[in-house]
């Protein structure tokens, strides 16, 4: 449960490399997946060289190794801190914002493999690189993460301040909701990654979920 499958990706095939990736219907500079299974055509015996479903693979794992909580409350005269947050550790995500940028000529691709510039970016070119359309550990990304969660702020007026207006006293309070989460996750947000939508197997794949919203509350508790 919650292991992805697909091809598993070796970055691009290099100029020294081009009568092998011909073999492929590739060139230098095309993207390059690892060939799991040497199959034997029954009728010939001869070995035959293709990427096949047969070559899939686990290329990642959704459930995180690690979750971690915590939370901090301190308290200085008539000022109060409270802080809260969690965080999973240990998990990929299957981003499919990364699938439409390597489909496209998406700016964030700018060091495609040039001859002069062997890079493990593909360069962009009419051939069906296998990321356009299959799960390939291209898209797939480390999803660990530590949110700040909630964070609130209050002061509480001295009991003699409002006595004349029958207020024992009065706490104010600022809280903040999903302040700050840390993540080398280039998506929106990680988190969105690791909540199965209905099924455990489709977890793990950030189809541009909706990130979890930032909110601010201003609030005033009265005491009689």
Do not use: C
């Amino acid at each position: 449960m919650g292991q992805l499958w697909g091809y598993k990706y070796l970055g691009t095939w290099k100029t020294e490399e081009a009568d092998e990736a011909a073999i492929y219907g590739a060139e230098p500079g095309d993207a390059r997946y690892e060939d799991v299974e040497n199959l034997v055509d029954a009728a010939s015996g001869k070995e035959v060289v293709a990427l096949g479903v047969e070559d899939k693979q686990v290329i990642g794992n959704t459930n995180p190794t690690t979750n971690i909580g915590y939370g901090l409350s301190v308290k200085y005269k008539a000022f109060d801190l409270a802080l809260n947050g969690y965080g999973a550790m240990g998990f990929d995500v299957y981003n499919k914002q990364k699938f439409y940028e390597n489909k496209y000529d998406d700016p964030r691709n700018a060091d495609r493999w040039t001859p002069e510039n062997q890079t493990n970016i593909p360069k962009w070119s009419t051939y069906s690189d296998l990321s356009w359309s299959q799960p390939t550990s291209r898209n797939i990304e480390k999803g660990s993460f530590v949110k700040l969660s909630n964070i609130t702020f209050g002061y509480t007026t001295p009991a003699n301040v409002l006595e004349k207006i029958g207020i024992d006293k009065a706490r104010i309070y600022l809280s903040i909701n999903n302040l700050l989460t840390i993540t080398k996750y280039s998506g929106l947000d990680p988190e969105i990654s690791i909540t199965p939508h209905g099924s455990d197997a489709v977890g793990g794949i950030d189809n541009f979920g909706y990130p979890s919203t930032r909110t601010a509350t201003l609030g005033i508790n009265i005491t009689f």
